[in-house]
């Protein structure tokens, strides 16, 4: 169980804090007094959600629905880039020289292509031809109407999902050639006296790595990928290129729609951060509780 010791702030955290708080407020005042900007605060909780004229139900608004957007995109291409990951790291660290030419030729290219790219070359190449040559988005349309809210739940609306298929394969593609060399660290750090140990006891060589390095190897390496999820939060919001209706791409479509720049994006920027560092925050207390050492 987490304790309030686990999330202490030092002395460095309130100072660094308090310059934080010091310096948005600093820029707030010079807007009303320089630029003489008229802030429209009271707009914004209509962004997040509306009461239905008609039902009279209380709906998520663009900036929920972005929002939750962002976090099925981040929970995809997460378990895409650790499949992907563990993979590559698992053979570039015990495979055959070929096997580890493979692994190492799909980290170094992929992690020297800016992310950017990949997410063009994937909309434009898996989208528009492998997605959609499977037509994918008409099997969804044709699904009963229940199949349709849970694949729009779980993944995106059918007129949006080939887009968000491709990009989450492109963002789990990019994220899984780091997470492959934080499982092929993890993997070269088990001490050989260990293999030895279970060659010794009449384990051969695939079930010592599966029952006894393997485990070790998640435990260890758990937290950074932990914060790996995090890091694809934020890299999620370049698929807004690609018309994805994530959080950036509704702030974008709100700003040429209401042109409130400073409020839009203020709430936005609060957003992530709310997002990214509570989950830094959790993870790294757990860090400090749980970590292996050897």
């Known amino acids: 169980m987490l304790n309030k010791k686990d999330f202490k702030f030092s002395f460095v955290d309130i100072v660094v804090i308090a310059l934080v708080i010091a310096a948005i407020s600093f820029f707030f005042i010079r807007m009303v007094q320089v630029l003489d900007y008229k802030w429209e605060w009271d707009v914004m909780p209509s962004y997040f959600f509306y009461l239905d004229q008609v039902s009279g139900d209380l709906r998520a608004n663009i900036l929920v629905k972005g929002f939750l957007t962002t976090v099925k995109l981040s929970v995809w291409s997460t378990l895409i880039g650790f499949f992907l990951g563990t993979l ?13 030419f493979i692994s190492r030729i799909y980290v170094e290219t992929i992690r020297n292509i800016p992310s950017l790219v990949l997410v063009f070359i994937f909309y434009y190449f898996v989208s528009s031809q492998f997605l959609d040559a499977l037509a994918l988005d008409e099997w969804v349309r044709n699904r009963p109407e229940q199949i349709k809210q849970i694949i729009s739940i779980v993944f995106a609306e059918p007129a949006h999902i080939n887009a968000f298929v491709s990009a989450i394969i492109a963002l789990g593609i990019y994220e899984g050639a780091y997470i492959s060399e934080i499982v092929r660290g993890g993997i070269v750090s088990i001490r050989e006296g260990q293999w030895e140990a279970a060659y010794s006891l009449g384990l051969d060589k695939k079930r010592t790595f599966l029952l006894l390095i393997l485990p070790q190897v998640f435990r260890k390496t758990a937290f950074p990928m932990a914060g790996q999820f995090i890091s694809t939060i934020k890299d999620s919001a370049i698929v807004s290129i690609i018309s994805i209706q994530e959080l950036t791409f509704q702030g974008m479509e709100m700003m040429a729609a209401t042109f409130l720049t400073f409020e839009i994006w203020t709430t ?24 292996v050492r050897y």
């Open 88 to 100: 590559s790291g698992i053979i570039g660290a015990k495979g055959s020289f070929e096997q580890r």
């Open 268 to 291: 936005i920027t609060l957003l992530y951060f709310i997002l990214t560092f509570s989950l830094s925050r959790t993870v790294s207390a757990l860090e400090k509780k749980y970590v």
